[in-house]
């Protein structure tokens, strides 16, 4: 029998070349061999105010933006979180497994305190990873392809599975994570010691969204920090700007980082600069053209409804079994 893989993003409405290359090449590279379920997660979107009309808008982009970059509706159930009710029972189930102490020590909660305004953080970003928790374990999910960033949710996860099972009987698969060696955290290329992510204040000179003009995303990669070496390398510590940028040239066309240098030896930045520029320009414009195809609302509704339907019979199994474990059935 094939193991299942499970991955979801947010739904931003535009995914960035990091999301790409971070996780979603990964699972579409691996979904014929597995029993594959992806989900836009839109009940992690509302962890902040976001307006709900853009929600409606970024979960059809989302879903039409997975299909282009190749997922197989045929071969993966796609999905959105909120369709299957089962994930918001498992989530606040799942709080209860969870100290205070783990959740506070979440890269992103940590993050988002240091930034607090004076309304402080919402409670929801602080249990959100009891959510994704729940995200995982409801598919009985064997691999989890997710960036580098995000390997901490899945160790959450493995320690929350097996509390639960050692408290209450076997009840939940325990999941691995596949973090690629290459490409698992893409930075952003105005500051290359930061994940590539949607600017919160806008300026998103550093991030490469899947759905940028063609032109602009060029100018994004040649505009890209990196140091006065001026020697293609691959340095994380000491040279990030170039290492990201190697990252993302090697994943994209599978070259090793040892067969670029080689190539570069001896040659300045801006030609490397345009080589990864272009390779780069080449993939947007397949997934454009592919994204104009599926951007078609009846297509998405129907998918997104069979996948509801395959979603919720896994799930409804797997929180029949934990209810019953915690004497709630």
């Known amino acids: 029998m094939k193991k299942t893989m499970l991955t979801g993003v947010r739904p931003s409405g535009n995914l960035t070349l990091g999301n790409y290359l971070g996780a979603i090449k990964n699972f579409v590279d691996r979904q014929e061999q597995y029993n594959s379920y992806i989900f836009v997660a839109d009940l992690h979107a509302i ?17 039409a933006i997975y299909l282009a970059c190749g997922i197989n509706p045929k071969v993966t159930t796609i999905f959105k979180q909120s369709d299957v009710l089962e994930h918001g029972t498992l989530g606040f189930i799942m709080t209860f497994q969870t100290k205070m102490g783990e959740l506070s020590r979440m890269t992103q909660f940590k993050c988002k305190s240091n930034q607090q305004t004076k309304e402080g953080v919402d409670t929801g970003l602080f249990v959100y990873p009891t959510l994704m928790v729940a995200d995982i374990l409801l598919y009985n ?22 509390r639960f099972n050692k408290r209450y009987g076997k009840t939940f698969e325990m999941p691995d994570v596949y973090v690629a060696p290459v490409g698992n955290k893409i930075l952003n290329l105005q500051n290359p010691l930061e994940k590539m992510n949607k600017s919160d204040n806008g300026d998103n000179k550093g991030t490469i969204f899947l759905l940028d ?9 040649m505009s890209a920090k990196t140091d006065s070496y001026n020697n293609v390398h691959f340095d994380e510590d000491n040279q990030p700007g170039i290492s990201n940028l190697m990252s993302i040239l090697s994943k ?7 067969s670029i240098e080689k190539r570069y030896k001896n040659k300045g930045y801006g030609e490397f600069k345009k080589e990864v520029a272009q390779v780069v320009a080449e993939l947007l414009l397949d997934i454009q053209s592919k994204y104009k195809t599926y951007n078609d609302e009846i297509i998405l509704d129907k998918i997104l409804k069979e996948g509801a339907m395959q979603a919720t019979n896994i799930a409804k199994q797997t929180l029949s079994r934990a209810t019953k474990a915690l004497g709630l059935n």
């Open 213 to 221: 003009d063609i032109e602009v995303a060029k100018k994004k990669i």
């Open 252 to 258: 994209i066309t599978d070259e090793s980082f040892e």
């Open 47 to 63: 962890t902040g105010y976001i307006e709900p009309q853009k929600v409606k808008e970024s979960v059809k982009n989302s879903i």
């Open 141 to 162: 999910t064997a691999i989890v392809p997710v960036g580098k960033d995000q390997q901490q949710h899945v160790e959450l996860t493995r320690d929350l599975a097996e």
